[in-house]
């Protein structure tokens, strides 16, 4: 069983909630916008962080991540982007993708919209986990948590955080 945290879009800026939220987790998954390594080394106090760069991070994020992130965990196949849309629109790139590697589970930021969905047609759990920074449109900060567990997915809980606290 693996304990996973889910954030995105965090522009820079860890929220102090995130801290407890993620604290019995395994691994942190970001789904982009990092905004600095700061992030990446606060992130990594807790658990060991998988990343993908977004379209604002500069070249030491890009540098230091792929615009792809595709892995096992336990037996679910996962993969991850910053821009990646939703079902059924996703971006046109993202469909080959899917439809060449298969995941389980597919995860994206940018939008700063969360949003869990199963994808029928792609056989596959869709999640953003909207925006957990304090820049953007969004009025409530927000980051997932979830257990792996074999091939399932379960216990998905969210945190809603007041934006820029």
């Given at each position: 069983?693996?304990?996973?945290?889910?954030?995105?879009?965090?522009?820079?800026?860890?929220?102090?909630?995130?801290?407890?939220?993620?604290?019995?987790?395994?691994?942190?998954?970001?789904?982009?916008?990092?905004?600095?390594?700061?992030?990446?080394?606060?992130?990594?106090?807790?658990?060991?962080?998988t990343a993908v760069y977004?379209?604002?991070?500069?070249?030491?994020?890009?540098?230091?991540?792929?615009?792809?992130?595709?892995?096992?965990?336990?037996?679910?196949?996962?993969?991850?982007?910053?821009?990646?849309?939703?079902?059924?629109?996703?971006?046109?790139?993202?469909?080959?993708?899917?439809?060449?590697?298969?995941?389980?589970?597919?995860?994206?930021?940018?939008?700063?919209?969360?949003?869990?969905?199963?994808?029928?047609?792609?056989?596959?759990?869709?999640?953003?986990?909207?925006?957990?920074?304090?820049?953007?449109?969004?009025?409530?900060?927000?980051?997932?948590?979830?257990?792996?567990?074999?091939?399932?997915?379960?216990?998905?809980?969210?945190?809603?955080?007041?934006?820029?606290?």
């Amino acid at each position: 069983m693996t304990r996973i945290g889910l954030l995105s879009d965090t522009h820079g800026f860890v929220n102090s909630a995130l801290f407890n939220f993620f604290k019995d987790c395994n691994a942190i998954w970001h789904t982009g916008d990092i905004g600095s390594t700061d992030v990446v080394d606060e992130l990594n106090l807790i658990a060991p962080v998988t990343a993908v760069y977004g379209n604002i991070d500069d070249w030491q994020i890009s540098s230091r991540f792929p615009e792809f992130n595709i892995f096992e965990c336990e037996k679910v196949k996962v993969m991850l982007t910053h821009i990646g849309g939703y079902p059924p629109r996703y971006y046109p790139n993202i469909i080959k993708k899917l439809e060449d590697e298969r995941p389980n589970l597919f995860a994206c930021g940018h939008s700063h919209i969360l949003k869990v969905m199963y994808d029928e047609k792609h056989a596959l759990l869709h999640i953003n986990p909207g925006a957990a920074g304090r820049q953007g449109m969004h009025q409530v900060s927000t980051a997932i948590r979830f257990v792996i567990d074999g091939k399932d997915i379960k216990e998905l809980e969210i945190l809603e955080m007041k934006k820029g606290v």
